[in-house]
């Protein structure tokens, strides 16, 4: 029998099936809210502060403690105690109560009082890159100015004037302006690639299992029925509520973004949006490839899992594209975020102009058609009577 709306008719057992099953509602809406709460949580303070640092002070002189407060004084570091030697401020770090060691040697300020050479030692448990690089930067800049300070006292008492004494002991002073993420926040660089990637991970396993449970549950025929045998419609009506759900979770996330992370946004609202809509389109392409190929919900969901994991590794993220080998740049375009990302940092971190993004906004609506191209093989698949048990 002939349904008289069949697009509506889909849409509303949609709807149904997502009121009903707790797993589809999780995957929809609860999962993706729920992991940027988690992630947002975790990296809200966007730059690490105040990291335990241990100070081996042998000299026990005014230059050793002031080495010591000027370390104290970085927003990175946070002087965890003394020890008494070098030994005993190691097994600190290897048991992970400290996560730096300034180690002043005995005669420090002798030798800075006589004018020579003097030397004090950091050692960094540099497990963690990025704390450990931003430890070593501060401590850095905490010791080079307690050295110009000292030499400047020193060309001042040999009757250098002022801007003669700074002249001598920085002749070239460097001017570097960070331009995109001048804070070295967190923020600006986990979230902006944690984030995504969960709306990708729930959107496509969403997806899977939209379809999948059909052919798993065995209520492939009912389906279609319910669009006239349309696979075109009927594609259409389940996956538009679940399109709407993963927009919804999108402009979420842009607010958590730029709202609550605090991202700057320099570019056009109405791209990044746009393309967020084509990456969820691409997705839910790439699950209906998976499902095709497969003919398994549970197959389709675990492949779809190493495919959205390899991403991480592969779409550029934290190494660069240009920097991979060609094997790895190769494999880098079958992932529709990586072309997302430069839109998206595009728009938000660089002001770019917007034509730049039409290319990748191409890549990305390529993936969209070669979802479309398996929607005939689809069809032949749920017209397979084992996925009809259910009738």
Known sequence: MAVKYPLFSVIAREYKRISREGTSFFVVLIGPLFSFFLITSIFYSSVPRKLPVAVVDLDHTSISRKAAE???ATPIAAINSDYINLTEARNAMNEGMIDAILYIPEGTEKNILKGSHSSVELYLN??????GSLLNSGIQKAIKTLSAGIKLQTHLRNGETEK??????????????ILFNPFASYAYFITLILLP?????FTLFGTLYAIGSELQYGTALEWLQSSNNSIVIALIGKLLPYTIFFFIVAACMNIDLFSILGLPLRGSVGVILLSELLLILSYQSIAILFITLTKNMRLAISLGSAYTMLALTYAGFTFPTFGMPEVAQVINRIFPISYWMNIFSGQSL??????????HMLYLTGFILLGCFFIPRLKYVLLNQKYWWKI
């Open 126 to 131: 540099n497990a963690n890159i990025i704390k």
């Open 350 to 359: 660089r002001s770019e102009a917007i034509s730049n993004s039409f290319t």
């Open 164 to 177: 003669q004494a700074i002249a001598q002991i920085i002749p070239i002073q460097l001017h570097s302006e």
């Open 70 to 72: 000027f370390t104290n």
């Open 197 to 201: 990637v969960m709306l990708t991970v």
